[in-house]
């Protein structure tokens, strides 16, 4: 699946939500949120999502899954205060194609595969970094919270206990993770100017990833099947 | 050959009133090597930002005065981690990131990714994940990145920081190679034991202001040696109350002993 | 008398990256200790396993009476302060008197007891005039003194330390130094890895030094710090003021600069001013 080119993997996870939400409810979303939630068992234990200290108990090729398990629940719960069964299962799983999709595509798109391929296909360097670089936020968000939680963990702070201590333990770790994230991206933007990312220069590609004619026609077809599913509700 | 020329260079950060350099003149000629000491804040950092062309282009701020470049200038900032790219498989991708965004045809790219692994001992390390590397790895990961774009002029903000003694033995023995091959290096750095063995000049900055300029030996200098920045067997000499003029290193004092 | 800490036949890899092997040694409460060793050596994986962030495959880590096996990180910093490497990246309150102060907050002492170690520790370190400050405000260099700070306002009796002066200067060295020392006559146990051999030499005494995960010496720094050819081997060389005194051959050899100075005043004395 990570063979795939970039630009396919890309359009699988907009197609996927944008019929999740043009085609009709439940059967639709249901099939689309399937069709994701199984696209996530397919990258394995991805570097992006797995590492030290992800939960054992869980086989690697869940960890995708389970992660995008645990990113849609939150919502379910919200939408079932909200609103009626038949509306909450339609809502829900239309989320849970997004969320679902989403991560798969985190764990499934290398960052440096998808610069690589923007820049074969024209882009300039900057604007291609600046995609990819929101795909390695996840991961390194994931290990910078997993560093503050240690150490304030060896400064006495449970994150076990009742509900009210986990959601302090959460508040702790959310407004160091921002603000050392935001603080990061300051310096990040000055780094990265060191290593020549400049406007006006067309990076060299070592190695573009291969984009075979099949690939390319399937994606044709997928985004054409998105407006082709709209006409077809409408009418 | 001057590589790099400061004129009366004075920066101000974005809303800060008082100034991070004060009126800096200073010249690096191509195949020297020049250390800036001074303590934390007075402005070595932020010399070689200016050098770098990062401030005030980047980092936003006032700059007044002149500065002329002749190189392509590299530098390698304190917080190497941040210059990683973030997303290169192994570390001879992560080496070729800078030269490849340079435009710079593959066969080129190979080259310079090649010759920088090699100066920075690295060859066993090129296929491994960057993200696997411990802090002085990395520390050396990011000076043959920037090594391998090629520059004339050499910035490096306390390079050896993460290092451990072989490690920082061999960056100073690289920097002379490299100053020998006719590149321009300033140093900012507070491993001043080092400077002496190091360096051609020695800038002191205080302040954001250079108070002093001269050979190493200027690390021996009494006025140096009390504001704390003198090399540590000049310090002892002068604790031992014994005359000037102090010797910056261990060779110095065995000669001046006997 | 309970140890302060002691690694008894501790091994850890990981995964199948061999870490430690066979790791053992204490220390006593008040005893200064070194970590030494090249990069990759392990080191940082011992202050891992101190902290309870980790548990060894085989052996024990007994910190005072307690198995770390039997404990989680936030237990055990009743009795250990830890700092980590970049520690300046782990801060998280709003000011650093809050950030300080979290840890004895955490600990549930009571508030009078709170203020006077986040105050005590504020002093030692010099960072009074900055605790209102947002750490982020701050360079990194005093970040990572607001994190140490935050280790030693736990009181804690023994405080293990990964590069507490990488990044700092000389004068904030200094403060490091002149803050652990006072710790350690009150009796705190210090673990500290470091490369900086002349910091060694002015705050710790004994060296523990690692090679491939294996400890190969256990001596007192005074000894091991001006025998170049015995540290070359491990990764390491002497400090400039070890190697004055080797070089210059002073009487005791002395390792730290106030010793070095008295005694090359006394050896000039006795033959003359050169």
């Known amino acids: 699946m990570t063979r795939l080119h970039p630009f396919t993997l890309l359009t699988i996870a907009g197609a996927l939500p944008a019929l999740a939400w043009i085609l009709p409810a439940p059967a639709g979303a249901a099939a689309t949120a399937a069709v994701a939630l199984v696209l996530t068992l397919t990258p394995g234990a991805s570097p992006g999502l797995t590492g030290i200290g992800s939960s054992p108990g869980w086989r690697p090729g869940l960890v995708v899954l389970r992660a995008a398990l645990l990113t849609a629940a939150p919502f379910w719960v919200f939408l079932l205060l909200l609103h009626d069964v038949p509306t909450t299962i339609a809502i829900g799983l239309r989320i849970t194609t997004m969320v679902a999709s989403f991560v798969w595509l985190v764990a499934a798109l290398e960052p440096a595969r998808l610069v690589e391929a923007m820049v074969a296909a024209g882009w300039s360097a900057s604007v291609a970094y600046l995609f990819a670089a929101t795909l390695t936020a996840v991961p390194m968000l994931k290990a910078r919270a997993q560093r503050i939680a240690e150490a304030q963990r060896c400064r006495g702070l449970s994150p076990r206990g009742g509900i009210a201590s986990r959601l302090r333990a959460l508040r702790a770790l959310a407004l160091p993770l921002v603000l050392s994230a935001l603080h990061e991206v300051d310096e990040r933007a000055l780094a990265l100017e060191t290593r020549g990312l400049r406007p006006g220069i067309r990076r060299t590609t070592l190695a573009p990833p291969h984009d075979p004619v099949v690939e390319r026609a399937a994606r044709w077809v997928l985004l054409l099947a998105c407006p082709a599913a709209l006409v077809w509700r409408l009418l | ?258 | 008398m309970i140890p302060a800490l002691c690694f008894d036949g501790v091994t850890f890899s990981y995964g199948a990256v061999p870490a430690l092997e066979q790791l053992s040694f204490s220390i006593a409460p008040g005893e200064r200790v070194a970590l030494l060793g090249r990069n990759g050596a392990g080191k940082s994986t011992v202050v891992r396993l101190v902290a309870g962030i980790q548990q060894p495959r085989d052996g024990t880590v007994w910190v005072g009476d307690w198995d770390t096996r039997d404990c989680v990180p936030e237990q055990l910093a009743w009795r250990v302060g830890s700092l980590f490497q970049h520690a300046d990246q782990q801060l998280f309150a709003p000011t650093v008197r809050d950030d300080v102060s979290f840890g004895p907050r955490a600990l549930g002492v009571g508030v009078r007891e709170v203020e006077r170690r986040t105050d005590h520790a504020l002093e030692d370190l010099d960072l009074t005039a900055h605790a209102a400050h947002h750490p982020y405000d701050l360079p990194p260099a005093l970040r990572k003194l607001a994190a140490l700070a935050g280790a030693l306002a736990l009181e804690p009796a023994l405080l293990v330390l990964d590069e507490p002066t990488a990044g700092l200067d000389r004068a904030l060295s200094a403060r490091v130094i002149r803050a652990l020392l006072e710790r350690s006559a009150g009796g705190v146990a210090l673990l500290v890895v470091t490369h900086d051999l002349t910091f060694a030499a002015e705050a710790l005494d004994r060296g523990l030094v690692l090679d491939r995960g294996r400890l190969e010496c256990d001596e007192p720094l005074a000894g091991l710090l001006g025998a170049g050819p015995r540290l070359e081997p491990l990764g390491l060389s002497p400090p400039p003021v070890a190697a004055l005194s080797a070089a210059l051959d002073l009487p005791d050899r002395p390792v730290r600069a106030a010793d070095a100075a008295r005694a090359l005043a006394r050896v000039a004395r006795g033959k003359g001013a050169p």
């Open chain 2, 1 to 258: 050959m001057k590589s790099l020329t400061l004129e009366h260079a004075s920066f101000w950060y974005p809303a800060t009133e008082a100034p991070a350099l004060r009126d800096v003149s200073l010249e690096v000629a191509q195949g020297e090597i020049v250390a800036l000491v001074g303590a934390l804040g007075a402005g070595a950092s932020t010399l070689l930002l200016v050098a770098a062309d990062l401030a005030p282009r980047v980092t936003g701020g006032r700059l007044t005065g002149a500065v002329a470049r002749r190189d392509r200038s590299g530098i390698v900032l304190p917080t190497p981690w941040t210059q990683a790219s973030g997303m290169a498989f192994t570390v001879w991708d992560e080496v070729a990131f800078g030269p490849a965004n340079l435009g710079w045809p593959a066969h080129e790219i190979a080259r310079q990714v090649d010759r920088a692994l090699e100066q920075l001992e690295l060859v066993p390390l090129a296929s491994r994940d960057p993200a696997t590397l411990s802090g002085g790895e990395l520390q050396r990961v990011i000076i043959a990145a920037i090594l391998a774009m090629d520059p004339g002029l050499l910035l490096f903000d306390e390079p050896a920081t993460e290092l451990d003694a072989a490690g920082a033995q061999m960056v100073w023995r690289l920097m002379r190679r490299l100053a020998g091959e006719g590149k321009a290096i300033l140093l900012a750095t507070s491993a001043l034991d080092a400077v002496p063995d190091v360096a051609d000049r020695v800038v002191w900055l205080e302040d954001g202001a250079v108070r002093a300029v001269g050979a190493p030996d200027l690390l021996a200098d009494v006025a140096v040696c009390e504001a704390g920045l003198g090399t540590s067997v000049a310090t002892v000499w002068r604790a031992s109350g014994l005359p000037g003029p102090y010797p910056p290193t261990v060779a110095h004092a065995v000669r001046r002993w006997r």
